[in-house]
């Protein structure tokens, strides 16, 4: 087994994180895994500049996770006080997904959290649609909170609806 090493992104991995989320969020080459929205979603997942402002920000850290230096997958924890840390933006390669690399990102998210922003609970949103991703999490202990919050629908730089019937469901696990 080839060993997964987890560091945090640099300006100079925005090209290659950008192509990375890109490819396994839209389009028919996301479509080589399980974890696509190209059914819900058109256009960008995100952008150079987007991820450039999480880089820059001291209290968001993209870790990124590679194999013998070949870039495999990301994922982004985000401070958000009094003990919340968000994880967004888990992203494997489709061709690597179904390989225990998701779970492991979620591990080093959470072990980021509580040593770099001392948090004791992890927070996400997942597209409502997404039933067998919101069922992975599940499995990873995470749970339904009840909430729900809009998707940005009219917002390109998060991609084209395929549908107006978008929103987010919040899920948390104490960490």
Same mark, same amino acid.
């Given at each position: 087994?080839? =060993?997964?090493? #987890?560091?945090?992104?640099?300006?100079?991995?925005?090209?290659?994180?950008? /192509? $990375?989320?890109e490819s396994?969020?839209?389009?028919d080459?996301a /479509?080589a895994?399980w *974890?696509?929205?190209?059914d819900?979603? &058109?256009?960008q /997942?995100?952008d150079q500049?987007?991820l $450039?402002?999480?880089? !820059?920000? !001291?209290?968001?850290?993209?870790?990124l996770?590679?194999?013998?230096?070949?870039?495999?997958g990301?994922v982004?924890? =985000?401070d958000q006080g009094?003990g919340? =840390?968000?994880l967004?933006?888990?992203?494997?390669?489709?061709?690597?997904?179904?390989?225990?690399?998701?779970r492991?990102?979620?591990?080093?998210?959470?072990?980021? =959290?509580?040593?770099?922003?001392?948090?004791?609970?992890m927070?996400?949103?997942v597209? @409502?649609? @997404? *039933?067998?991703l919101?069922?992975w999490? +599940? @499995?990873? &202990?995470? /749970?339904?909170t009840?909430?729900?919050r809009?998707?940005?629908?009219?917002? +390109?730089? #998060? &991609?084209l609806?395929?549908?107006?019937a978008?929103? #987010?469901?919040?899920?948390?696990?104490? $960490?």
């Amino acid at each position: 087994m080839t =060993a997964t090493t #987890f560091r945090p992104a640099a300006s100079s991995d925005v090209a290659g994180l950008h /192509r $990375l989320v890109e490819s396994a969020y839209r389009g028919d080459a996301a /479509r080589a895994g399980w *974890t696509h929205e190209a059914d819900l979603l &058109g256009g960008q /997942r995100t952008d150079q500049d987007e991820l $450039l402002e999480i880089i !820059a920000d !001291a209290s968001r850290v993209i870790l990124l996770a590679e194999v013998e230096g070949v870039l495999t997958g990301c994922v982004q924890v =985000a401070d958000q006080g009094e003990g919340l =840390a968000y994880l967004g933006l888990l992203t494997v390669d489709p061709t690597r997904q179904a390989g225990g690399l998701g779970r492991r990102l979620i591990d080093a998210a959470e072990a980021e =959290a509580v040593s770099r922003f001392a948090a004791t609970r992890m927070e996400m949103t997942v597209i @409502r649609q @997404r *039933t067998e991703l919101i069922a992975w999490y +599940e @499995r990873r &202990g995470y /749970r339904l909170t009840g909430d729900t919050r809009p998707f940005p629908l009219d917002d +390109e730089r #998060f &991609g084209l609806p395929q549908t107006r019937a978008l929103e #987010f469901v919040v899920m948390d696990k104490a $960490l």
